[in-house]
């Protein structure tokens, strides 16, 4: 049985066209809304600063006075967590693209489809509920407890973090190995900020993005003249980095030419620049990364056992996210509040239902595609919080066909749509030809044609297609002569 002292849902419609208020209002009332109306734009506002604030708003794009999207922004000042539907008779990019731009939660074409209408409304008003939910919401870190960027708190993570404090204080070589994605970088980085070479130089080459050709002078340096194009002597990395810190990432890329170089700097701290005889020598502490199996590569001669053992004194195995799904949480309240800190974003809050299905996705690409997916929903929110609706649809498809099947249908339960709920508990009104004719009139009325000319044609061209465009059966349907119809629908 519905809750029948719950609270209707009250929507304001705004709109200075009388007959558009009146047929929108009987549409939403015949679910049992709360309709107000208000006339202008003007009077939309003020109802909306006065308060209290209605559970969502259809406002028109084209009134007298304020417009709709002036109104938009209005009532988005003053309430960004208002939700507001906008209706235009004119759907253009620029309607289209504005309607956004400002925070509308969708915008309806006139004339209307009163399911459409009602529909759209259900799942604004879910919306809706979701922001209440989230009210109380608190976030779950300090950002400025992860000034180092590597959020976590699970029991792989910890580890991870003993061992960076364990290397710190030497200047031993660590291997990082992990998926793309998983921050091998900014463990690489930690080890830098603690050590004692913090004062000097931190640089990270990737070695897959530098062709095999450019890599050696991109690493020693070269020599003018060396080589077609060196019309300059350059400084390379390592010489860049003497005293600091070097960050071999993807290591197991690098052609077996270079490896030989990069294990005589770890064996005497000395390069030649390409095309030099002179030798340099630096300082330079190396931590390689790499997503690659190397005890693979090893025993298909591809990466140098001697490279290997030299590089892998200290490993620290970074773990996929879906190894450790319940640091996801804290990960997303950093990346929020990172956001917000860089004036990129207002979102401060996800909705328990979106986070639920962010903890439950697999993550084949790791921190980085965890990212990426809340700056993109932190784009598309039209609140201060992530809804489900805000997440990317393969999100939320990949969460749900991973899990058993009673856990997949509480995910279809708290997703699914409320009109289907509500047609469960009350079936949907009728639609009369009262009702029909009433919409009609009204779209085309505000439309400014003439409204009984074009019935007349619609359903004449109607009766023909039903009678298979035998006339006379047609008139008949209709109960005027053929004549008549003739004149409504003229040959092509």
């Known amino acids: 049985m519905p809750d029948t002292t719950a609270k209707s849902p009250t929507i304001l419609v705004i709109d200075d066209d009388a007959e558009i208020r009146y047929s929108l209002s009987r549409v939403l009332s015949s679910r049992h809304f709360q309709v107000l109306e208000a006339a202008s734009g003007e009077q939309g506002v003020a109802a909306v600063k006065k308060g209290p604030a209605p559970d969502l708003i259809f406002l028109d794009v084209r009134m007298g006075g304020m417009s709709g999207?002036?109104?938009?922004?209005?009532?988005?000042?003053?309430?960004?967590?208002?939700?507001v539907i906008l209706m235009t008779a004119f759907g253009t990019a620029q309607t289209a693209i504005e309607a956004m731009k400002y925070g509308a939660f969708d915008y309806v074409m006139k004339p209307f489809d009163p399911a459409k209408v009602l529909a759209l409304a259900d799942k604004a008003l879910k919306a809706h509920a979701d922001l209440r939910a989230v009210s109380d919401y608190k976030p779950s870190i300090n950002l400025e407890d992860?000034?180092?960027?590597?959020?976590?708190s699970s029991p792989v993570m910890q580890d991870v973090f003993k061992i960076i404090g364990q290397v710190t204080a030497s200047d031993v070589t660590v291997m990082i190995?992990?998926?793309s994605g998983t921050g091998k970088e900014l463990v690489a980085r930690s080890i830098w900020k603690h050590s004692h070479r913090a004062g000097k130089p931190f640089i990270a080459v990737n070695c897959a993005a530098i062709p095999d050709n450019l890599i050696e002078s991109e690493l020693f340096g070269h020599?003018?003249?060396?080589?077609?194009?060196?019309?300059?002597?350059?400084?390379?990395k390592f010489e860049l980095c003497d005293g600091g810190t070097i960050f071999l990432d993807e290591i197991g890329d690098m052609a077996l030419q270079t490896q030989t170089k990069i294990l005589r700097v770890l064996q005497v701290g000395e390069i030649q620049r390409v095309g030099g005889s002179e030798t340099i020598r630096v300082d330079v502490r190396i931590i390689a990364a790499t997503n690659k199996d190397l005890e693979?590569?090893?025993?298909?001669?591809?990466?140098?056992?001697?490279l290997y053992y030299r590089l892998n004194v200290v490993r620290i195995k970074m773990p996929p996210l879906r190894e450790r799904t319940e640091d996801v949480p804290q990960i997303v309240d950093y990346c929020l509040q990172s956001l917000v800190r860089q004036k990129k974003s207002r979102?401060?809050?996800v909705a328990p239902e979106a986070m639920a299905v962010l903890t439950r996705h697999t993550w084949p690409g790791n921190v980085r595609e965890l990212e990426n997916v809340i700056y993109r929903s932190a784009v598309i929110a039209q609140g201060d919080a992530i809804l489900v609706k805000d997440l990317?649809?393969?999100i939320c498809g990949a969460a749900a066909e991973g899990q058993p099947a009673a856990t997949a249908a509480e995910v279809e339960e708290r997703t699914v749509e409320p009109?289907?709920?509500i047609a469960d508990a009350e079936p949907a009104p009728e639609l009369t030809v009262e009702r029909a004719l009433d919409f009609l009139f009204t779209q085309l009325r505000a439309e400014g044609k003439p409204v009984l000319a074009r019935v007349e044609r619609e359903l004449a061209a109607r009766a023909k297609a039903a009678e298979g465009g035998d006339v006379a059966k047609a008139a008949k349907l209709l109960g005027i002569t053929k004549t008549a119809l003739q004149k409504l629908t003229p040959a092509e």
């Open 69 to 83: 999207i002036e109104a938009l922004q209005h009532i988005r000042s003053a309430n960004p967590r208002q939700l």
């Open 146 to 152: 992860y000034r180092e960027g590597i959020v976590g």
């Open 177 to 179: 190995t992990g998926e």
């Open 223 to 236: 020599e003018k003249g060396s080589f077609t194009g060196a019309t300059a002597q350059r400084i390379g």
């Open 296 to 306: 693979e590569m090893v025993k298909a001669k591809t990466f140098r056992e001697d």
């Open 347 to 349: 979102v401060t809050k």
């Open 392 to 394: 990317p649809a393969e």
């Open 419 to 421: 009109a289907t709920a």
